[in-house]
């Protein structure tokens, strides 16, 4: 495998378990706040990041590379509100995508055509996890610190199943 996109896909493995780290971080102060659906809706969102941690991890092992786990930075543990929470969920996720938008510049200038497609799928996938993000950020900031709507919110919120 390429030395320097191993280097940046191990990099980038564990900015996936820092993202999975910071969600259930989150998902913890959702449930000292009495918020289980939030608190579940980002349990799988930790869940997810996983995965995409995974996939990583597969893909360098198949492209024989070595892959190096790192330390992972230790999240925030708390947040004020339901919406400071979310608003850095959002933010995050612009930074995973500019991320992978980098991963995409060097494999293209590598002529790494194989690293290329793989990354489309994350390409993809950011589009999504930005407009989750963004789209209930969006409505707490309609419900702003009405108790009734944040209830309304978790409540929705709690629907969240595994595959979405
Ligand atoms: Fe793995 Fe939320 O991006």
Redesign the pocket.
Known sequence: MNKKIEQAFNDHLNA?FY?AYLYLSMANCFTAKNLDGMAGWMRL?AE??RE?AMKFLDFIGVRGGRVMLKQIDQPPLEWATPLEIFQQAYD??CE?SAKINALVDLATKEGDHAAVNFLQW?VA??VE?EAHALGIVEKLKMVGDHPMGILQMDGRLAQRTASK
């Open positions: 996936e993202s969102q997810e990041e995409h995050h996720e995973i994350f996938e950011q996890e």
